[in-house]
């Protein structure tokens, strides 16, 4: 399924400003979390509603709630934790399962050094968040991880992908829909998206990277 490209002004506007040279760790942590509950209601426009009545103040009323949706947030360790709230604002019953990856400077590739999943995956809608999609790699991961628990409804919501992430996340996993604030030009020869953010957990962290601010 295809990579969705958001384009509510909104985001455009606040990804933007996520972009600017030495942005302050607050200032990227507030607009990640806004950018995280916008792309959260795109993301959920077409969870199913039921009818059911209740007690208005004018009498009984029929109004539409979300159809029995069990939903678990899966923010990627470290810097899709920036999201995560954002995501809960929107959902806030979801639970949360954690997967813990850091790509090694020199492969690229993701090392796995966590997870904590919830139960019952077969009968959830995982929303995943990470800020960045590079070499789709991570992302290709925790997918993986998923469906092996039985995971049948995968979403991704990130806030800037590579075309090169776009292309092998679609090869890998046609099935699962990915929405994100920015499509961006490529990856440069360390693997950093350009233009891009620079290093997303650095900067939501705090731990500052002098080549990648
Ligand atoms: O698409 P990929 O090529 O896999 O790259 C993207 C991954 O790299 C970054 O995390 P990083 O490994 O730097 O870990 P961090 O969040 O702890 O900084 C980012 O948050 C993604 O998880
Ligand atoms: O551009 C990139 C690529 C991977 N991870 C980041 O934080 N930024
Ligand atoms: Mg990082």
């Known amino acids: 399924m295809p990579t969705i490209d958001v384009v509510h002004p909104l985001v455009k506007h606040k990804i933007g400003l996520l972009r600017e040279a030495g942005i302050s760790t607050k200032k990227f942590r507030e607009l990640t979390?806004?950018?995280?509950?916008?792309?959260?209601?795109?993301?959920?426009?077409?969870?199913?509603?039921?009818?059911?009545?209740?007690?208005?103040?004018?009498?009984?009323?029929?109004?539409?709630?979300?159809?029995?949706?069990?939903?678990?947030?899966?923010?990627?360790l470290r810097a899709g934790l920036g999201m995560l709230d954002g995501v809960l604002d929107m959902v806030p019953n979801a639970k949360i399962s954690v997967v813990g990856?850091?790509?090694?400077?020199?492969?690229?590739?993701?090392?796995?050094?966590?997870?904590?999943?919830?139960?019952?995956?077969?009968?959830?809608?995982?929303?995943?968040?990470?800020?960045?999609?590079?070499?789709?790699?991570?992302?290709?991961?925790?997918?993986?991880?998923?469906?092996?628990?039985?995971?049948k409804d995968i979403r991704a919501l990130v806030l800037v992908a590579a075309p090169e992430g776009v292309a092998a996340l679609e090869k890998a996993h046609p099935d699962v829909r990915c929405w994100t604030a920015a499509i961006d030009s490529h990856l440069n020869e360390l693997g950093y998206i350009i233009p891009g953010l620079g290093d997303a957990g650095d900067k939501i962290f705090g731990t500052k990277d002098e080549e990648t601010r």
Not at 104 to 126: C, I, M, S, W
């Open 33 to 76: 979390h806004e950018l995280a509950r916008l792309l959260a209601y795109e993301a959920t426009a077409d969870f199913p509603l039921q009818k059911t009545t209740i007690d208005c103040w004018s009498g009984p009323v029929e109004v539409d709630e979300i159809a029995g949706l069990k939903v678990t947030v899966v923010p990627i």
């Open 101 to 151: 990856l850091s790509r090694n400077h020199e492969t690229l590739q993701p090392e796995h050094y966590f997870e904590k999943f919830v139960g019952h995956l077969d009968q959830r809608t995982a929303l995943i968040v990470d800020p960045m999609l590079a070499t789709a790699g991570s992302m290709i991961a925790t997918i993986d991880l998923l469906k092996e628990r039985g995971c």
